[in-house]
């Protein structure tokens, strides 16, 4: 009777387990999306790719953990100056970090090789963003803390829940070869190993998905076949939005030694695209001053310094900063670099510069 009672017992803890994981499946998936759930896909567990919550920097010049083609996203917040390798976003995906008074989330979706820095605040409420687990289109999709919203990367706005359709503001980030970095940016801080998570940063957490350039793990609404006969698949792009236009710049159009610049207009607009094939390094800004001033613009760049001149010989830092008036910047764009399958994916009618 004892062996009886035992097999029911554990039948029943088995059903409850399978009711329960249902559930939960439903949960993750259920509700209200903006977008076509068809495109949802369930790559971990919310939670499995844990958020640092309490990053830690060293400062450039005292970094040793990262190789000089190590690749990091790079930023500056009104004076600071920050470094985000992608041997540690790769395993996180998100750091919620604060620079002086400003909360923001630095963010990196692996599969889509996508990094945009975000301000955490909305309707006046500081947001706390985690990785959910699901992925719209190989892009990850974060959720926040206490709404449990969910949130779109590459689409830059909330998909489903109290804050669906609402946008987040972005800043301008862009990655750059680490031995280029740190000898334009010694005393910059670079997020350190110092997570409090064990993880073997220094090894790719998704085998030879970086590698192999034709491997895609979750289905996409386009052939990845036919799109990579235009482009490789996983060949980083810097798209840039003006409205509804929407233009790509590999890093091939710029030079093999040192920094290029392209300055055209897209929609209207004039912009300026700062880029390195040497460095892995790409940016796009507004050829027009937060003063309302459109320029024509040179880049000059010596082993320390980069820099672009104006028509009337002013300069301009990598930032977009006036280094003759700290209170004037370039406009930003919204761009950012991602592989050529996730810019197609979301955006189709995206034209490449040529």
């Avoid at 259920?30 to 830690?56: C, F, H, L, M, Y």
Wanted: charged fraction near 20%; include cysteine; hydrophobic fraction near 40%.
């Amino acid at each position: 009777m004892k062996q009886s009672k035992t097999y029911i017992y554990f039948l029943l803890s088995g059903l409850t387990i399978i009711i329960l994981s249902f559930a939960c499946a439903n949960g993750r998936l259920g509700g209200d999306w903006a977008v076509s759930r068809t495109q949802i896909a369930e790559g971990e567990g919310n939670g499995d790719i844990p958020a640092i919550n309490n990053p830690k920097f060293t400062k450039a010049k005292e970094v040793s953990f990262l190789t000089d083609s190590s690749i990091i996203i790079g930023m500056k917040v009104g004076t600071t100056i920050r470094a985000y390798p992608l041997i540690i976003m790769d395993w996180h995906e998100v750091v919620n970090d604060w620079v002086d008074t400003l909360p923001i989330a630095m963010t990196y979706s692996a599969l889509s090789g996508s990094s945009i820095g975000f301000d955490r605040r909305i309707k006046e409420q500081v947001l706390e963003f985690r990785v959910s687990g699901l992925l719209y289109n190989s892009n990850t999709i974060f959720n926040e803390f206490e709404t449990f919203s969910d949130w779109s990367q590459m689409l830059r706005k909330g998909i489903r829940g109290d804050f669906s359709e609402i946008a987040l503001s972005d800043f301008s980030v862009f990655e750059m070869k680490w031995g280029k970095w740190k000898n334009l940016f010694p005393e910059s801080e670079v997020l350190n190993l110092n997570t409090s998570y064990n993880r073997p940063y220094g090894t790719y957490p998704y085998g030879d998905y970086q590698t192999d350039a034709t491997k895609i793990l979750f289905n996409l609404p386009l052939d990845a076949d036919s799109l990579n006969t235009i482009l490789p698949l996983k060949e980083k792009i810097l798209g840039v939005k003006i409205n509804e236009i929407v233009k790509g710049y590999r890093q091939t159009h710029f030079s093999a030694a040192g920094f290029s610049l392209i300055q055209e207009e897209v929609n209207g607009e004039s912009i300026i695209i700062i880029g390195s094939n040497e460095f892995d390094s790409m940016i796009a800004y507004s050829a027009k001053t937060s003063d309302g001033q459109t320029h024509q613009f040179m880049l000059s760049e010596t082993g320390d310094t980069v820099l672009l001149i104006d028509e009337e010989g002013n300069q301009w830092t990598i930032f977009g900063e006036s280094v003759e008036n700290k209170d004037i910047r370039l406009q930003q764009l919204v761009s950012n670099t991602a592989y050529w399958f996730t810019w197609a994916t979301f955006y189709p009618e995206i034209e490449i510069f040529n």
